[in-house]
C-alpha cells in the first residue's frame, strides 16, 4: 500500500553532504522531510538548510547516528513515512531496513529490499551468484576453504594462470574469509611457502574469528577500478544503467578521492585493450546480474580491470554512492534539464515507475569529481581537524559543489565524523576539456583555516591536481 | 537408691520429649510435666521408702506415655529426633558396634571436614575356637553431638572428596565399606570443587566400586545423603527419614517463601507428611531394604541393646552381599536368611570371608545395576499398548544382536583386513612410481606443445566450484513467538557494556538470542535447538509415551502436573530422539525447562535410562541437552532422588562400554541432575550466560549465613572450578556439537 507521493514524509537518516543533498531533492520533489542531528553536528549545513527551509519541526536532537532504536522513535514522533539511510550508517545493513520494513508501524525504506542488501551484501555470495551467470570474478576460490590440499591445489591453479597470462612476478592472497578491513590477509609470491601461510592464516583466523574458513585469490596489480550505476524500479522491473565510472584514484586506505565518468575514454585515449568492449560488457554483466536477483532501487556493481582489460566483478554496492554526481552530470534524459540520482531514487523507491528506458538515456561528455578533504595526502592522507575560516571558489557553469560547510561564517570541523568537506563536479565536453576545467576550479578554489595549534589548514587539493592530469590512463 | 540422680534423669527425659514434640501442644508431654514438678515439690516431705514407691510409680509412667507418644510420631518429629544433640552419633556406633578402630582423615577440628568422619575399623567374630578379625571403611557424617564444627553433618565438597577417596583405598584394599548417611544435605559452596561436581564425581565413582558397600540412613537428606548412600543393600533406622530435600526446604519452595523469612510450622508437618519421608514410606516404596527398630522416641547414646542389634544388623548385610555373588554359600545363605526373619539369633556365629575374588566382584557390579534400575519402576507411566511395547523390545533385542556382529565381530576382522590392504597398496604404488616415471615425463612433453592451459586454466578458476546449498540459504524452520514481536529488547549487560537496544526479529531469529555487542545470551524456545542444530528433518522421538505421574499422590500436584502437561504438550520434562547432525547419528536427551521447571522425576529419569541404553546398544553417541532444569522434582520425594544414582549407573555402563556422553547445559541448571548424571559426564559445555550449581542463592544465604558472591554460578566460574569443559557460543552450537562429536569420547562409537 504506497500512498501518493506527496502524503509521504521522508526521515532523512543521514547527515553532511548527503543530508543536505536529500532535503533538496524532497524541496525538487514537493515531499515533507524530516532531519536528524547529534549535538556536535549542531553547526553542520544540513541542519541549518533543514531549519531554514522546514522549521523547527523538522529537525530532530539524537544522539547517536547509529542507534536505530532512536532513529525509529524519531520517525514514530514526527509521523516519518519513508527513511532515506543515505550513504554509510544504515545504508547496506539489511537488519534495519527488514526492521523498517516489518515493523508494526512500516517505513518505506529508500533502497533495495532487505533480502537483496543481505545477499549482495556478502561478498562471497556475490561472487557465487556471480559465477552461477558466468560473470567473470577474480580467480581464486568462491567459497571459505577448510582443506589444506584443495587450497594448495587452487594456489597453484592461480600461479599457472598469472604465468600464463605474462603476468611476471605471480602473487596469490590468502585472507581469512571471516575477516575484513585489511586483517588476516598475507600475500604468497612463491608457491613453495603457500601451505605455512596457509596455516598461519588458517590458525590466526580460527583464533581472531572462530571460524577458520580461507580464501584463496589472485592478486591483482595496477587494475582500474570501474563501477556500473544500477538505477532499477520497486519489485526489480525496468533496470537500466546510468553508464559507468573510473574511481581509480584511491588514497591509501582505498578510499576514492576522483571519479570520472565515463569509465574509460577510448576517444581521447588509446588503450592495450577495446576499452569501449570492456565498458560494454561490464554494463552488460551488471543488468544481467541485477535481473536475476530481481534488485530494486539503486546500486553500484564494482569491476576491477586488469591491464590487459580482463574485467573482474568485486562486489556491490547496495546503495547510492557518494559520486552519484558525477555520473548523473554526463548523463541525459528526455524532457528533463538536469538528472539527479538522488531524487530518481527517492520517487522509485515511494513505489512511482520509471518512466524511461535504456534507450532514453544517452551520455554526454566526461564528468570529474573531486572530494575535497582536509588532510594531508603526503603523511598517509591523516585528518586534520580544525577551524576552517575561509571556503570560496569561482562559480562557473560547468562546477558543481555540493557542501554542507557554511560558506559564510567560520566552521569547526567536527572530530566525531569523517573530515570530507565538499564534492565538486566538472564537467567538459571530451576528457581534455574536463580536465582543464578541473584544473581550472581547484586553481580558483580558496580553502583557508587553522587548528589549535595554529597550524595552517591541510587539503588534499595538491594531490587532486596533481592526479589530474593522467586521469583514466592506465 | 540415689533419689537425685534418678529425678535428674527423669528431667532430662522429659526434656527430651519436649524438644521432640517441640512447640505443638500435647496432653502427654504437659502430663509429664506436671507429674515430674508434683513430684519433685513433695519429695522432701516424704520419707525414704515412699520417695522411692513414687519415684518408680513416675517412671512407669514416663515409660508407659513414651511409648504412646512413640506412635504418634508425625515425620515432623521424626526429623527433630535425627537432629537432636542426644542422637547417637557415628562415633558411638564406632565405639559401640565395631570391636577396634581408628579414625583416618582427620580428628575432630583438625580434618579437611569434619563433617565427614572415616574410620578403619574391625569386627571380632570367634566361630569354634578361631578368632576373625574383619576389617572395614567405615565412612559417615558426624553432628557430634552438636559439636559447633561439625556444620551438623553438613559436608562441604572436599569433605565428599575425602569420603572419595577413602572409598577408593577401600576398594583397593578388598575391603567391605559401611556408610552412615546422616546429614540434612550438603553444604552447598562452589569452591574448587563445586558441591555438585564432588557430589556427581561420587556417584559415579560409587556406581563402579568392586567392594561390597552397604549404607545405613539415619537422616538422608537429599544430594548428601546421596554423595555415599550408593550401597548394595541400604538399611535404615526406624527414626530416620530419607527424603529429596529438606522439610524445611520443600515447605520454602511450596510456599514461596523469600530468602531471611521462616516457613510456617504448620506447613513444614505438612510437607514432611506429604513428602513420605520415613522409614517406613520408604521401605514401601522399596528404596531400602531393611528397618533397623530403633527404642521409643529413638535411639540415644544410652541406648546399648540398640548398638548391639545394629552391630547384628550390618554383619548381616554384609554377609548376604558376599553371599550373594560368590560361589559357596548355599547353607550359610540359608542360615542368614533364617536369621533375618528371627534377629535374636547370633550372626557372629557363621564365618564368612569379607573378600571377594575378581568373577564375584563382576557380579556384584552387575547386581547393584540391576537393583538400581528395579527402582521406581511404579513411579511413571507408561502408555504404550502392548504389542507397542513387545515390538520395541524385539527391536531392542535385534540391536543389542545386529551391533555384536558388525561392531564387536565383523569389524574387529575387516580392520585387519583393511589395514593390511592399505599397507601392501602403499607398497606397490612406490613401485608403479618408479617404473611410470619415463613414461610421464614424454607425456608432459607433448602435453605442454598440445594443450592450451590458459582457457583451461581461466576457465578452472573463474567458473563455480560444484553449487551447493550453503546453511545460510536453507529456510529456517523454526522462527520463535519471541521473534514475532515488533520490540526493541534491552540487554541485561547494557549498564556496563553499553549495548544497544536490539530489535526481537534480529534477536530472536538471526542472532540466536545473543547479544551481538557483549555475547549475552537471552533464553530460548527448546525448539530451537530441536530445528537448529540437528539436520532437518532427522529427529526421531522415541518413548514419548512416557508420562510423569504423581506417585505419592502429594496434595494439589496432580493440578500442577496437568497444567504443565497441557501447557507444554509433553507428557514429562525430558524429550529423547535420535537425530543426525551432518550425517551423524546421535541420541538426544532433553531435558525442557518449561515443564515444572525442567525437574526430574521418575519418568524423566526413567527415559533418560532409555535412552542412555538405547545409545549404548545401537553405538551412537550421547547428548544430553539441558535446556534447564531446577533439580529433582521435590513432589515425587524419593522417587525422584532414587534417578540420581540410577541414571549416573546407566551413564556408566555406556561411558565403561566405550561411548560418548556430551553434556550442554543452557539457561540455569542446578541441584540434583547437575549433581549427578549430567555432572558425572567427561564431556560438559555450557553456553555463555548459562548457570550451573548446586543450591540457588536464597539456599545459600540460609544455609552458609553468608549472601551470595556475584556471577556464584556463571559458566565461567564453573569452568574455572573445572566443572564444565568450554563455553560455547549458542550461534556455533551445530559446529561446536559436531566437532566435539568427531574429536572426544570413547572408542565403541558406530562411526569409529
Known sequence: MLKSRTQHKLLIANRGEIAVRIIRACQGLGLDFVCIATREDAASGHCRLALETAGERALYRISSYHDPNEVFSVADESGATAIHPGYGFFAEDHRFARRASERSRPLVFIGPSWSVIRDLGDKINTKRLARRLNIPTIPGSDKPLYDEIEAEEIAEALFAFQADQGVLRPVVLVKASAGGGGMGIEEVNDPDKFRSTFRRIRNYAKRQFRDEGVLVEQRIFDFNHLEVQIVAERFGKNIVHFGTRNCSVQSLGRQKRIEVAPGFAPGDIRYAFDAAEVLESITNHSLNMAQEVRYDNMGTWEWIVTPNGNPFLLEVNTRIQVENGVSAVISRLPKKPCVDLISEQIRLGLGQPLGYDQADISFDGVGIEYRIIAENPDNKFAPWVGRIDRFSWTDKDWARVYTHVPLDRPYEIPTEYDPNLALAIVWGRDLREARERGGMFLDSLVLEGRNLAGDPLQSNISYLRAKTVDLLMF | ?752
Open chain 2, 1 to 752: 537408691m540415689d533419689i537425685e540422680k534418678n529425678i535428674f534423669e527423669l528431667r532430662e527425659r522429659l526434656k527430651y520429649i519436649q524438644d521432640i514434640f517441640g512447640f505443638k501442644e500435647n496432653d502427654n508431654v504437659v502430663l509429664l510435666g506436671a507429674k515430674l514438678q508434683e513430684l519433685t515439690d513433695a519429695l522432701p516431705g516424704l520419707d525414704a521408702a515412699e520417695q522411692v514407691r513414687q519415684l518408680t510409680s513416675l517412671e512407669d509412667l514416663f515409660a508407659f506415655l513414651e511409648k504412646k507418644l512413640e506412635r504418634q510420631l508425625s515425620p515432623m518429629d521424626r526429623v527433630r529426633i535425627v537432629r537432636h544433640p542426644q542422637r547417637i552419633s557415628l562415633k558411638d556406633i564406632l565405639e559401640h558396634v565395631y570391636d577396634n578402630f581408628t579414625e583416618i582423615g582427620g580428628q575432630d577440628e583438625y580434618s579437611v571436614d569434619p563433617s565427614m568422619l572415616i574410620a578403619r575399623a574391625y569386627i571380632t567374630r570367634k566361630v569354634g575356637n578361631k578368632v576373625h578379625n574383619q576389617s572395614v571403611m567405615v565412612i559417615g557424617q558426624e553432628k557430634g553431638h552438636g559439636q559447633e564444627f561439625r556444620n551438623g553433618g553438613s559436608v562441604k565438597p572436599w569433605g565428599n572428596a575425602k569420603a572419595l577417596h577413602y572409598m577408593k583405598v577401600a576398594e583397593m584394599e578388598n575391603i567391605p565399606i559401611h556408610a552412615y548417611v546422616n546429614t540434612p544435605g550438603a553444604f552447598p559452596v562452589e569452591d574448587y570443587p563445586g558441591a555438585a561436581q564432588q557430589i556427581a564425581r561420587n556417584i559415579y565413582e560409587m556406581a563402579g566400586l568392586r567392594v561390597p558397600v552397604i549404607a545405613i540412613f539415619s537422616e538422608g537428606g537429599s544430594g548428601g545423603a546421596e554423595a555415599i548412600g550408593l550401597a548394595d543393600v541400604r538399611l535404615m533406622l526406624s527414626h530416620g527419614y530419607y527424603s529429596v530435600i529438606s522439610p524445611e526446604g520443600a515447605a520454602a519452595i511450596e510456599g514461596r517463601i523469600k530468602p531471611g523469612q521462616k516457613a510456617p510450622t504448620e506447613l513444614m508437618e505438612n510437607c514432611a507428611k506429604r513428602l513420605k519421608i520415613t522409614a517406613k514410606d520408604n521401605l514401601s516404596l522399596g528404596f531400602i531394604d531393611r528397618i533397623i527398630q530403633e527404642p521409643v522416641l529413638g535411639a540415644r547414646t544410652e541406648h546399648f541393646d540398640f548398638f548391639r542389634s545394629l552391630r547384628q544388623e550390618v554383619i548381616n548385610a554384609t554377609d548376604e552381599i558376599i553371599l550373594n555373588v560368590r560361589g559357596m554359600n548355599y547353607f550359610r545363605a540359608k542360615a542368614i536368611m533364617r536369621q533375618k526373619k528371627s534377629p535374636r539369633v547370633n550372626a557372629e556365629n557363621i564365618f564368612v570371608r569379607w573378600k571377594l575374588g575378581g568373577p564375584a566382584r563382576e557380579r556384584l557390579l552387575w547386581k547393584r545395576y540391576q537393583r538400581f534400575m528395579a527402582m521406581s519402576r511404579h513411579a511413571f507411566l507408561d502408555r504404550r499398548p502392548v504389542g507397542r511395547k513387545c515390538m520395541e523390545f524385539g527391536l531392542d533385542l535385534g540391536w543389542s544382536v545386529y551391533s555384536f556382529f558388525k561392531y564387536d565381530f565383523w569389524r574387529k576382522h575387516q580392520k585387519k583386513v583393511s589395514n593390511l590392504a592399505e599397507d601392501v597398496g602403499a607398497e606397490f604404488q612406490v613401485v608403479f612410481d618408479k617404473c611410470l616415471a619415463p613414461a610421464r615425463r614424454l607425456k608432459a612433453v607433448f602435453s605442454r606443445t598440445n594443450d592450451e592451459p590458459n582457457g583451461n586454466n581461466q576457465c578452472q578458476l573463474t567458473q563455480l566450484s560444484p553449487w551447493e546449498k550453503r546453511e545460510s540459504d536453507q529456510q529456517q524452520g523454526y522462527i520463535s513467538p519471541q521473534a514475532r514481536k515488533d520490540r526493541a529488547v534491552s540487554c541485561p549487560n547494557a549498564l556496563v557494556h553499553g549495548c544497544m537496544d536490539m530489535w526481537a526479529p534480529d534477536l530472536f531469529g538471526e542472532w540466536a538470542g545473543v547479544c551481538i555487542h557483549c555475547g549475552h545470551h537471552f533464553p530460548m524456545e527448546y525448539d530451537w535447538y530441536v530445528h537448529n542444530v540437528f539436520d532437518p528433518q532427522s529427529v526421531r522421538e522415541f518413548n514419548a509415551q512416557m508420562e510423569a505421574i504423581n506417585p505419592l499422590g502429594y496434595d494439589g500436584f496432580d493440578l500442577k502436573l496437568e497444567e504443565a502437561k497441557r501447557k507444554n504438550g509433553l507428557k514429562s520434562a525430558c524429550r529423547t530422539f535420535e537425530a543426525r547432525i551432518n550425517g551423524l547419528k546421535v541420541v538426544i536427551a532433553m531435558l525442557i525447562a518449561g515443564f515444572r521447571g525442567g525437574t526430574v522425576g521418575a519418568a524423566e529419569g526413567e527415559k533418560f535410562i532409555r535412552a542412555v541404553e538405547r545409545a549404548r546398544k545401537k553405538r551412537f553417541p550421547l547428548l544430553a541437552y539441558t535446556h534447564g532444569t531446577a533439580g529433582i522434582r521435590i513432589q515425587e520425594g524419593t522417587c525422584g532422588v532414587i534417578q540420581m544414582p540410577r541414571c549416573t549407573m546407566a551413564v556408566r555402563r555406556y561411558l565403561e562400554d566405550g561411548g560418548l556422553y556430551l553434556v550442554v547445559y543452557d539457561t540455569n541448571s542446578y541441584a540434583g541432575p547437575v549433581a549427578s548424571f549430567l555432572g558425572c559426564s567427561p564431556y560438559q559445555f555450557a553456553i555463555r550466560s548459562s548457570r550451573i550449581g548446586f543450591a540457588g542463592p536464597g539456599v545459600i544465604q540460609e544455609t552458609t549465613g553468608m549472601p551470595m558472591p556475584p556471577h556464584y554460578h556463571s559458566a565461567y566460574q564453573a569452568l574455572a572450578r573445572g566443572h564444565i569443559q568450554g563455553v560455547w557460543d549458542r550461534r556455533e552450537m551445530r559446529k561446536n556439537v559436531y566437532q566435539a562429536l568427531l574429536t572426544v569420547g570413547g572408542r565403541n562409537l558406530y562411526y569409529r
